[in-house]
């Protein structure tokens, strides 16, 4: 109890958190997905994804309505590709909106300015964002979401088995209206237990340990967030103007700080790899459709300005 107390302060101080949102840990951001549709969403409930990651959350939000079989909820998907920009009107007006913020498949991201956009054009709406792999990594804006959440083994820089999950006080009262208390994992009875700082399952000691060391000596995230988009700044410029590869999202806008992907027209992407392994370095694989054509680099804090020198010259 006195190791988490201490953990939540740390983490408020670090990701730079509003007071009046309560934190909580579970143990992935795919047990978030879980919890946003068995405890937060009702009515009109619209997911918008633009990659692997976000269809599945989409996916089992349909699995698990068959099986609640809760009347009145309408899901509905909004699939907006790779390189096109977002979506800011529905067809119908949402009571939910679950998004993507940035999406681990390939390297998009959903900008600030639209997350700011939806927030006004549906002040009603409860919005709930999966931000695995940008949280901790770059400045998020928190007004704009009701819920977030993120695994910790991407900006994090921490072993997986642990996710961090942010709530409003709007999604508290959308949990109490919904009022959902079938499951161990439902959000009232997660919330009851760190309300007095437990967890409603046996607690994961050492990975919140580890949270408590990392956020104990990590910059703040407003510098972190500078740091990161400066350094996804000058390499995708460099992709651009001193290799042979290019970016695989085109569009400036809604291309990730924090996961960049690259692609290869000419060179096979295995030979790539193992081209890179053979000099110390380990890209990521391309993930769903794009698994034989692109290569994913991790721009996350833990990585080193030098180690990113040296990934460019090889690259070259």
């Not at 992935?28 to 549709?37: G, L, R």
């Not at 405890?39 to 099986?67: D, E, Q, R």
């Not at 909820?73 to 699939?79: A, M, R, V």
């Not at 993507?100 to 939806?118: A, C, F, V």
């Amino acid at each position: 109890m006195q190791l988490w107390a201490g953990t939540d302060s740390k983490l408020r101080d670090s990701l730079n958190i509003p007071d009046d949102y309560e934190i909580y840990v579970t143990s992935s951001a795919t047990e978030c997905w879980e919890i946003v549709n068995q405890s937060l969403i009702y009515g009109n409930t619209t997911y918008v994804h633009n990659g692997a990651f976000g269809k599945k959350w989409a996916n089992y939000a349909v699995k698990n309505n068959l099986f609640l079989n809760r009347k009145g909820l309408k899901i509905s998907e909004w699939g907006f590709g790779a390189n096109a920009e977002p979506p800011t009107e529905f067809q119908t007006e949402p009571d939910t909106i679950c998004l993507t913020h940035n999406e681990t498949s390939n390297g998009t991201y959903l900008p600030d300015e639209y997350l700011t956009k939806i927030r006004k054009q549906y002040p009603k709406a409860f919005i709930a964002l999966d931000a695995t792999s940008s949280m901790a990594g770059i400045l998020l804006p928190w007004q704009t979401g009701d819920v977030w959440f993120a695994s910790v083994q991407k900006c994090f820089g921490l072993p997986s088995g642990l996710a961090v999950l942010i709530v409003s006080p709007k999604a508290i009262e959308r949990a109490e209206t919904v009022n959902d208390g079938a499951f161990y994992n439902s959000l009232l009875n997660i919330r009851t237990n760190f309300l007095k700082n437990q967890t409603p399952y046996t607690p994961n000691i050492l990975g919140i340990a580890l949270l408590n060391k990392q956020v104990s000596f990590v910059q703040n995230s407003a510098i972190i967030d500078e740091k990161i988009r400066s350094r996804a700044a000058d390499f995708y410029q460099f992709i651009k103007t001193q290799t042979a590869f290019d970016s695989l999202i085109e569009t400036q806008k809604v291309q990730s700080p924090t996961v960049i992907a690259i692609r290869s027209k000419e060179i096979d992407v295995l030979s790539v790899i193992g081209k890179m392994k053979a000099k110390g370095i380990t890209l990521g694989k391309g993930y769903g459709e794009w698994k034989n054509d692109t290569f994913r680099i991790a721009n996350f804090p833990a990585i080193t300005d030098s180690e990113f020198g040296y990934l460019k010259e090889a690259l070259k």
